[in-house]
C-alpha cells in the first residue's frame, strides 16, 4: 500500500512536471484531424484546419452562438464591420421607426441548411429564444414580432439606441425552427452560414462543410475543421507540425519565430481589448483618487509594451484604441510615466517614505494586485507593475487566482487591485464603458459611483444622434480618466499563424468572425 | 536476527559501520550521496555568492542566452536564472524538509500509537489513514490546496497532510513486530511506564525504516511543491521557485531554452539524488529489514 501512494505521487508529478510534452501530444491526440482518412471525399487541399482556444461546448447559439458565428456555421441578424461598425448580416436593412421600435429587413432567397427558407416567421423562434435568455437579460426587449413575410419587428420596454449592435451578438444567430425542440433546446446548429455543421466531438472539435447555395461569396474550401486547445504553445507546435493550417491567439514573441520559418506565415493585428488595473474604491488605499493616479504616473506602459509584448501593441490612453473605432476620444489626458509625480502624488495623500515602504498613521503602503494565468502575459506584466511601484514605495504582493475566483471574491468583498484584461467592444457599441462604470450595471467590481456618469450613460443609451452619443461617451471617457477607478495600461494585439499557402486570410478586429468562406489553399 | 541488532545500544555504531560499506561498495549510493550534500551545500552557499538578486528586473538584459556573465541566462524580466536557480533551491529544499518534517513526526506518533495502544484506538486511526492512502495524494493535495488559496504556505499544508499516511503505516507494522519482544515484554514487567517503552525501546527501533522513507519522500515532495507551483497554486511571483519558473518560461520554449531547461533539470537531479540517497539507505539495513524496506 505504502508502495502504490510513493509510486502514484511521483508518477503523477512527474506527468506534471517533466512529462508535459507527452501531455500535450496526447491532449492533441484526442482530437487528430481524422477527416484526412480513407474514405473521405474530400482532398485534403479542401480540408481547412483551426485551431483557437476556446471549446465547443454547446449546440445551442444562446450558450455558443458566438463560437458558431466565428467559425460561419451560424449567422446572426448583423454582423460587425471591418471598422467595428455594425453592418448588414441576414437583415439587410434596418431602421428606428419610433424610439421603442426597431424594423429589420430580411435578406431575400435565404435558406437554412435544411432547406427552410428564412422568413419572418421562421426568424422569430430563435430571435425570441435570444431574447428571452439569461445571457441577453441586459437588453430589454418586450416584444419580437413578424411584421410582413421579410420584415421583423423589435420593441424595447424603454428607448434602447444599443440594439442594434446587441443584434451581431452569437446569441441572436438564426437557426432553423426545425432545429428546436419540444422543450426548446437545440438539438442541432443548423443555421444560414457558408459552412455546415456536419459534427463535433463535445469540448474538443468541430467538422463543418462548405453549404452549396450559400447566399453569399464562398466558400472555397470543401471541408472545415475546428479544433479547441487551450494551450498556446500546443496550438503553436500544432501548427508548425502541419495537424493545423491556422492558430490562433499565440504568443507575441512567437510572430518573429514564425515569419522567419518556412512554409508559414503570422498575422498580427490590434483588437479591442485592453489589459487594465481595477481598483477597489471602496478600501484603502486606493479609495483615494491621488492614490490611484499614483499607480498610473508610476507604471511605464510603454515599458511593458517594448519588453513584455514584444513591441507588438501599443500603450493604452481610454478604453478604446482609436486606430480600430471611432468611439475613441483622442483628447483624453494620458497618464505619462513620471515616477516623481507619483511620489508627490503618494506624499499629499499623506503616505510618507518611511524605510522602503511608506506609511500613513502607521499603516504602511501594502497592496496585493490579483491576476490570471489564462492570458500569458499578465503574470509578466503584474511582476513588472509590483516592481514599478516598489519604485515610489509602494509593498506590492502578487497572486495568481482563478479568474472566476477574483470575479466572485473581488465583487462580495475587499480587494485592493486586479489585473484583468478584456474586450471593450465585444459588440460594438459604447454602451459596453456601463459594463464597467455604471454604478447599477457594471460587471466590473471597482464600486465606482459616479452620478454624472449614470446620467450620460443612460441619456446616451436613449439618444439616437450618433454626435449627441459620441459627446455624452467622451464625456464619461474623460470623467473616468480622472477618477481612475480603471487603470487602462495596453492594449491587446493579436497574433494569428497560418500556413503560407493559406491565402485571402483578413484578420477581423473584433473577431466576430473569422471569414474563413474567403480563405483558399494554394495547393 | 540477532539479539545485537534489537539492542538499542548497539545499533548506531553497527548501523553506520555498514553505511559506510554500502556508500564505498555501491556507486550509485555516492552519487546519490555526492548529489545531495552538493545541493545542501548549494542552497546554504550559493546565494552568497551571486552577484544578483533573484527578483531584481533587468528590462534591457531580458531573454539573454547563457554567457560568462550569466551562466544560465536570463529571463523574460532580465533576472539572472542561475540566481533565481540557487535560491529556488534553498526554498525547495527548505520545504521539503519541513513538510517531510512534519509528515514524518506527525506519521510516527500515530503509528507508534495504534501500535502500541491496539484495539479500537488502533482500529480507528488505520482507518483513517486507509481512507487517506486509498486517495491518489497529488488529487487530493490540489483540492487542499485549491480550497486553501495559492500561496506557498498552503501548498506546504496541503503536502504535509496528505503524505504522513505512509509513516503511520510503517511505523505502527513495525511497533506490532516489537511490542511482544522480549525486551520490551521484560521492560514492561519491570514496571516501566508506557512513556518509557516508546521511547527507549519502540523509538529507537523504528528510526531507521522511517528515515529511509523520509529520505525516498523528500524527493516526491520536492516533485510535488514544483507542480502545484507549475500549476499556480504555490508560490507566487517573483519568488524563485522551481516549478514556477518552468511554467513562466514555458511561453519561450522556442526563443529561450534555458528557461525551462534549467528548472527542469535542477527538480530531476534533486529527485533523482534524494531517492538514490533513499535506496542506498535501505540497502544498508539488515536482510529481514531490508525486504521489509521492499515494501517502500
Known amino acids: 500500500m505504502v508502495d502504490i501512494t510513493r509510486r502514484q505521487t511521483l508518477f503523477g508529478l512527474a506527468t506534471g512536471v517533466s512529462g508535459l510534452g507527452g501531455y500535450w501530444a496526447l491532449g492533441g491526440d484526442l482530437a487528430p484531424g481524422d477527416d484526412g482518412a480513407p474514405g473521405d471525399d474530400h482532398a485534403e487541399s479542401d480540408t481547412v484546419t483551426v485551431g483557437s482556444p476556446w471549446t465547443p461546448d454547446s449546440l445551442d447559439p444562446v450558450v455558443n452562438g458566438w463560437l458558431w458565428r466565428r467559425i460561419s456555421v451560424l449567422e446572426p441578424l448583423l454582423t460587425v464591420d471591418y471598422d467595428a461598425t455594425v453592418a448588414p448580416g441576414l437583415a439587410t436593412d434596418w431602421r428606428r421607426v419610433d424610439d421603442v421600435t426597431w424594423e429589420f429587413d430580411l435578406r431575400e432567397g435565404v435558406t437554412f441548411h435544411d432547406g427552410t427558407d428564412l422568413t419572418a416567421n421562421t426568424a422569430l423562434p430563435s430571435l425570441r429564444r435570444a431574447f428571452e435568455s439569461n445571457s441577453m437579460a441586459s437588453v430589454p426587449v418586450e416584444s419580437v414580432e413578424a411584421a410582413d413575410d421579410q420584415r421583423v419587428v423589435i420593441r424595447t420596454d424603454t428607448p434602447f439606441s444599443p440594439l442594434p449592435a446587441h443584434c451581431t451578438r452569437g446569441q441572436t444567430c438564426l437557426i432553423s425552427p426545425t432545429a428546436i425542440t419540444d422543450d426548446g433546446s437545440v438539438s442541432e446548429p443548423i443555421g444560414t452560414g457558408p459552412f455546415q455543421f456536419e459534427r463535433w466531438q463535445q469540448g474538443s472539435s468541430i467538422t463543418a462543410t462548405a453549404t452549396a447555395d450559400y447566399h453569399g461569396s464562398g466558400p472555397r474550401v470543401e471541408t472545415l475543421v475546428y479544433e479547441g486547445i487551450t494551450d498556446d504553445q500546443t496550438r503553436r507546435l500544432k501548427l508548425e507540425s502541419d495537424e493545423l493550417d491556422m492558430a490562433r491567439i499565440l504568443p507575441n514573441e512567437t510572430a518573429d519565430t514564425l515569419e522567419s520559418r518556412d512554409g508559414l506565415s503570422a498575422h498580427t493585428y490590434e483588437i479591442p481589448r485592453a489589459r487594465y488595473l481595477v481598483f477597489d474604491l471602496d478600501s484603502s488605499p486606493f479609495s483615494d483618487r491621488r492614490v490611484r493616479s499614483a499607480v498610473m504616473h508610476a507604471v511605464d506602459r510603454d515599458a511593458i509594451v517594448e519588453n513584455i509584448l514584444s513591441g507588438l501593441g501599443s500603450a493604452a490612453v481610454g478604453p478604446f484604441p482609436s486606430n480600430i473605432t471611432d468611439w475613441a476620444v483622442d483628447d483624453l489626458e494620458p497618464y505619462e510615466y513620471n515616477p516623481d509625480r507619483a511620489r508627490s502624488l503618494l506624499s499629499e495623500a499623506g503616505w510618507e517614505q518611511d524605510g522602503e515602504t511608506r506609511t500613513r498613521d502607521g499603516e504602511s503602503l501594502s497592496v496585493s494586485i490579483w491576476t490570471y494565468n489564462t492570458r500569458p502575459k499578465l503574470p509578466t506584466i503584474a511582476q513588472v507593475i509590483q516592481r514599478q511601484l516598489q519604485e515610489v514605495g509602494f509593498d506590492v504582493e502578487v497572486t495568481l487566482m482563478e479568474s472566476a475566483t477574483i470575479k466572485e471574491q473581488a465583487k462580495s468583498g475587499s480587494f485592493d487591485a486586479v489585473l484583468w484584461s478584456s474586450s471593450v467592444l465585444w459588440y460594438p457599441d459604447p454602451d459596453r464603458l456601463s459594463d464597467f462604470v455604471h454604478s447599477e450595471t457594471a460587471t466590473m467590481f471597482s464600486g465606482f459611483e459616479n452620478e454624472t456618469v449614470d446620467r450620460l450613460l443612460e441619456e446616451a443609451r436613449r439618444t439616437s444622434d450618433r454626435d449627441e452619443r459620441f459627446e455624452r461617451y467622451a464625456e464619461v471617457q474623460r470623467i473616468v480618466q480622472r477618477e481612475v477607478p480603471i487603470g487602462w495600461l495596453t492594449y491587446y494585439t493579436n497574433v494569428v499563424g497560418t500556413r503560407a499557402d493559406i491565402d485571402g486570410y483578413r484578420p477581423h478586429p473584433t473577431e466576430s468572425c473569422y471569414h474563413l468562406e474567403n480563405i483558399t489553399r494554394q495547393r | ?296
Open chain 2, 1 to 296: 536476527m540477532s539479539a545485537t541488532q534489537s539492542d538499542p545500544q548497539q545499533r548506531p555504531a553497527d548501523s553506520r559501520s555498514r553505511l559506510t560499506d554500502t556508500i564505498r561498495s555501491n556507486r550509485l549510493a555516492q552519487v546519490g550521496v555526492v548529489v545531495v550534500l552538493l545541493l545542501a551545500v548549494t542552497a546554504v552557499f550559493g546565494p552568497l555568492v551571486s552577484p544578483y538578486d533573484p527578483v531584481e528586473q533587468n528590462l534591457a538584459h531580458q531573454l539573454e542566452p547563457p554567457s560568462p556573465s550569466h551562466p544560465l541566462g536570463t529571463d523574460q524580466l532580465g533576472r539572472d536564472v542561475l540566481t533565481r536557480l540557487l535560491y529556488g533551491a534553498r526554498l525547495s529544499l527548505g520545504i521539503a524538509v519541513a513538510v517531510t518534517g512534519v509528515r514524518l513526526v506527525v506519521g510516527t506518533a500515530v503509528g507508534l500509537v495504534a501500535g502500541y495502544a491496539g484495539g479500537w484506538v488502533d482500529e480507528a486511526l488505520m482507518r483513517l489513514v486507509d481512507t487517506l492512502l486509498a486517495f491518489p495524494g497529488i488529487v487530493l493535495a490540489l483540492v487542499i490546496a485549491g480550497v486553501l488559496g495559492p500561496s506557498l504556505v498552503n501548498v506546504m499544508l496541503a503536502l504535509a497532510v496528505v503524505g504522513w499516511a505512509s509513516y503511520a503505516r510503517l511505523v505502527r507494522s513495525n511497533v506490532l513486530a516489537l511490542r511482544n519482544r522480549e525486551f520490551v515484554t521484560s521492560a514492561r514487567l519491570l514496571g516501566r511506564s508506557r512513556t518509557h517503552v516508546v521511547v527507549r525501546h519502540l523509538i529507537p527501533n523504528v528510526v531507521a525504516p522511517v528515515v529511509v522513507l523520509a529520505t525516498l519522500d523528500i524527493g516526491g515532495v520536492i516533485l510535488g511543491t514544483a507542480g502545484l507551483s507549475f500549476i499556480g497554486l504555490g508560490a507566487q511571483p517573483p519568488t524563485p521557485e522551481w516549478g514556477t519558473m518552468l511554467a513562466s518560461g514555458r511561453t519561450y520554449l522556442q526563443q529561450a531554452w534555458w528557461l525551462v531547461n534549467a528548472p527542469g533539470v535542477c527538480i530531476m537531479i534533486t529527485v533523482l539524488g534524494f531517492n538514490l540517497l533513499g535506496d542506498s539507505l535501505r540497502d544498508m539495513l539488515s536482510p529481514t529489514q531490508s525486504a521489509q524496506m521492499e515494501q517502500l
